[in-house]
């Protein structure tokens, strides 16, 4: 969560994304993407980074378990537009504030059929 926080406030000026990967539902490693969008607003992942990922995953014998992405200037809870491009329903969508003070700066939340619900997050050391 340190490491996610701290790549948010990297560049507060850019959403920016990547993919959460682990075994057994625990997430141990993330996996940084540039956003190909380089947008305060909205995020988005190149086609071959997307690839380059899940094979990375697969050679490693990771299981794809998340995505996270920051609002840099919004609250931390799912757009519509998040909403609507969560293509991976069994994934857990993390959204980070970089914001200095906010109230809970990671949050995750399970995204199907169009409805965001948030998920506990539950720190494993
Ligand atoms: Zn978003």
Redesign the pocket.
């Known amino acids: 969560m340190k490491a996610l926080l701290a790549e948010a406030r990297l560049e507060p000026g850019f ?1 920016c994304c990547g993919l959460l990967a682990g075994r057994g539902g625990v997430i141990t490693t993330v996996l940084s993407v540039p956003n190909s969008l380089a947008s305060a607003t909205a995020f988005d992942i190149a086609p071959a980074d997307l690839f380059a990922l899940f094979q990375k995953m697969r050679e490693q014998g990771l299981d794809h378990l998340g995505i996270y ?1 920051s ?1 840099p200037d919004g609250e931390n809870a ?2 519509r ?2 909403i609507a491009a969560a293509y991976y329903p069994e994934a857990a969508y993390f ?1 980070l504030s970089p914001r200095v003070g906010a109230e809970k700066p990671v949050r995750a939340f399970s995204i199907r059929d169009g409805r965001a619900e948030e998920l506990e997050i539950e720190e494993v050391e």
Do not use: A, K, T
């Open positions: 959403e992405h609002h799912p757009s537009r998040d959204i």
